[in-house]
Every structure is written in C-alpha cells, then in structure tokens.
C-alpha cells in the first residue's frame, strides 16, 4: 500500500514569507477580504497586515477595490482562469470519453516523478471507483504516468529516476528495475498504450496514454479504469480507439490555444 508523505513546515521556515503566503490562500479562498480579516488570520497588528498586503499589491499578487478590501491581483486570476479553462476542458472531452466506453476516466499531469490526478469523470455504472481528482501516484506505475515517460528522452528518463534529487529522496531506481521499466516503456512507445495492472490498487486496472500536444513537451495523459473483475477490457482495441480519439481531439483544443513558441 502506497504511504502518504505529509509535509511538515522546515524548521528554516521565513516567517514573513509564510506569512504572506498565507495571505494569499486566504485571497484564493475569498472574492475578497478586509485588513482585519488579514490581521486575525496572522496573528499580527493591522499596520503589519498592511505592509504585507501592500507588498503583495506591489507585485501585482493582489489589488485593492474601492470598498478598501483586498482580493486577487493580476498575477494570480490569470492562472486560476487558465486552471479553470482547463478544468472546463478536461471535463467535456472526460465525460464525452465515459459515454463511449461506460468507464471512469481521469486525465494526469506528469509532475517530476509522480503523476497528479487533475480531473476524473466517473462511470455511473456501480464499478466502486471513486472520485480520485487531486490524488498523486508513482508515474512507474499508472497508466498513463508510463506512456508519459515513455515520451522522455532516455538520458531525460535516467536523470529523472536515478539522478541527484532521486538518490537524495530515497527513491533512487536500480539498474534492474530501470531496465525492466525501458523494456516496458519501449512496448508503450510501440503501441501507444500503457497498462496499470493492480499497480496502484488491487481492485483496479487501467489503460492510458500520452496526449500528444505539438506546442509543448509531453505533461498530460488520460487513463480509463476498470474493476478487476473486467481486466480483460483494457486490451480491448475499441477502447484504445476511444481513449485515442479522446486524447487527439484534446491536444488539438490545447494546441489551438497556446503560441507555437510555449514548448
């Protein structure tokens, strides 16, 4: 069973750092806020939520309204309407992907050597798989975390896997196991499909693959999951097709939408 990390605050912690940052996700929280909301959440005097919140208007991470109350600034409603716009786009083509296979499918972020669930669409037949939006898993193992490794340029893979950070975390491939996993992942590579086989939760299987944008290197991947009981369906073609369709008619939407240059 996969242990969760819990992040712990460093004892090297800057405090007014953390004391703005904590600003800011009370700003993520809230259409908006008053100094004395900023005050009570810090702890601190209004003069010194003041220097903060000027600090964050200064750098465009807020703004003040003509009421005198904080909300977002520029920097940071650009990226929540980008995070939204593809919230909204992951969730038609996911759900358009579970009316053609009865499925419950989920598209992933490649996310150093993990892969993060950024959306999932569950099957309304009773399958018993849950909603999985914000879980992390080992790219080595989901689905489509290895038809996204698969896409990595192998002196790329083996820094990612066995380099520096790797060995620091623990978490350092062996030779063995590294060359099992390019073995796989040249199978990927030839089919276009990669399989989790009760890798990450023995009651599920999977099938995913890579979305091939052209405007940026490899980061997201879809996945159709199925019960154990139907393993024998992620090697079905007709599913492969659908997820295929599925992760083509996404790229092309992305593409459309980003400049040629943002690879």
């Known amino acids: 069973m996969r242990q969760v990390k819990v992040v712990k605050q460093p004892p090297y912690a800057v405090g007014s750092v953390d004391k703005a940052l904590r600003v800011i996700m009370l700003l993520q929280e809230r259409d908006s806020v008053r100094l004395a909301d900023v005050a009570d959440l810090l702890g601190t005097s209004p003069s010194t939520a ?11 991470f807020a703004e003040q309204d003509a009421s005198h109350r904080y909300r977002l600034g520029p920097r940071l409603l650009g990226a929540r309407r980008e995070a939204d716009h593809l919230d909204d786009l992951l969730q038609r083509h996911l759900t358009t992907l579970r009316e053609e296979t009865g499925a419950t499918v989920s598209a992933m972020a490649l ?9 999932t669409v569950v099957a309304t037949r009773g399958d018993h798989i849950s909603e999985r939006t914000g879980t992390t898993l080992p790219a080595v193992e989901a689905s489509s975390g290895k038809a996204l490794l698969a896409q990595l340029a192998r002196a790329d893979l083996h820094a990612l896997l066995t380099g520096h ?16 996993l390019e073995a796989e992942l040249a199978r990927v590579r030839d089919e276009g499909v990669a399989y989790n086989l009760r890798r990450t939760e023995a009651d599920l299987v999977a099938v995913g693959c890579a979305v091939p944008t052209r405007t940026r290197a490899p980061w997201l991947g879809l996945a159709v999951s ?18 295929w369709d599925t992760a083509l ?13 943002s690879a």
């Open 50 to 60: 003041h220097r903060i919140l000027s600090t964050l208007v200064y750098r465009g």
């Open 111 to 119: 996310e150093g050597r993990a892969v993060r669930i950024l959306r």
């Open 165 to 180: 950070h790797a060995a620091r975390q623990g978490e350092s491939m062996t030779p063995a196991r590294l060359e099992a």
């Open 226 to 243: 199925l019960p154990v009981t139907e393993a024998d369906g992620v090697r079905d073609p007709r599913l492969h097709a659908a997820l």
């Open 249 to 261: 008619r996404l790229a092309r939407d992305l593409d459309a939408e980003a400049p040629l240059d």
